[in-house]
């Protein structure tokens, strides 16, 4: 079994790297050529459909409508897996996200990223600070933005969340831009952050939540914002979860 596992996981290696380099002359051309980054963000749309699509996942998205028609949003999700920028990536719609500076740092996977995306490094003030007005401007041109309010993957216990940081709440309420909390369900499951990098196959489920308002909230309503977002993520965590093992058992 761990030897189809293994051999599962070298699969979805090779399908992600090649898919990547056979984007990446369009990538670069968006980038460096048409300066039509919004275009280079739909092929990451593309490339995530054709990765999920070759592995066989089945992806459920629910509440897509959420988005349709409005926006743009700051979107908050729960961050267990390297899975999880992948699976956001499948929502048909302008998103930019914040992630570790090290995804710069990768050959080609890096110059991609921090050229249609935001690369922060945490450990520094000054890089914290020219990420989130890099945010409020991606907001500022119609783009929505993804944050993980966890900090990046910390939790040593899912689906159980860490603690959720400001930074996304108080970009949210100084633009005064509804927010969108995202719970991403299992994927915890199907890539855990063990070191040992073995995909198992599951089902891929992605909630959208209802918009919340912060019209005429200030900062002293970060703390409650915060608190709400947390909540709702995690009790839909708890609820398939359970759900998810009830079924497994019952086989």
Aim: glycine share 8%.
């Amino acid at each position: 079994m761990k030897v189809i596992q293994r051999l599962y996981s070298i699969y979805g290696s090779i399908v992600f790297i090649l898919t990547f380099l056979v984007l990446l002359p369009v990538f670069a051309f968006t980038i460096e050529i048409s300066g039509k980054k919004a275009r280079g963000r739909k092929l990451n749309r593309i490339w995530s459909t054709v990765f999920f699509g070759m592995l066989l996942f089945k992806v459920r998205m629910e509440n897509l409508h959420h988005f349709k028609g409005k926006g743009p949003f700051v979107i908050v999700a729960n961050h267990f897996s390297y899975l999880d920028i992948p699976v956001l990536g499948l929502i048909p719609f302008d998103l930019i996200f914040i992630g570790k500076s090290s995804l710069g740092k990768v050959p080609l996977f890096g110059y991609m990223f921090k050229n249609l995306h935001i690369a922060v490094n945490r450990n520094s003030l000054k890089s914290r600070g020219e990420s989130v007005q890099k945010a409020k401007d991606a907001l500022d041109q119609g783009s929505s933005v993804v944050f993980f309010p966890e900090g990046g993957i910390s939790s040593s216990n899912p689906p159980n969340m860490a603690r959720f940081k400001d930074g996304a709440f108080k970009v949210a309420v100084d633009k005064q831009i509804p927010v969108i909390p995202i719970t991403l369900s299992y994927n915890h499951l199907i890539l855990p952050d063990d070191g040992r990098f073995l995909l198992r196959y599951k089902p891929v489920k992605v909630v959208i939540h209802p918009p919340l308002s912060v019209e005429g909230l200030g900062i002293r309503d970060v703390g409650e914002l915060k608190k709400k977002c947390n909540r709702i993520i995690q009790e839909q965590l708890w609820k398939d979860n359970k759900s998810l093992k009830v079924k497994t058992n019952s086989k």
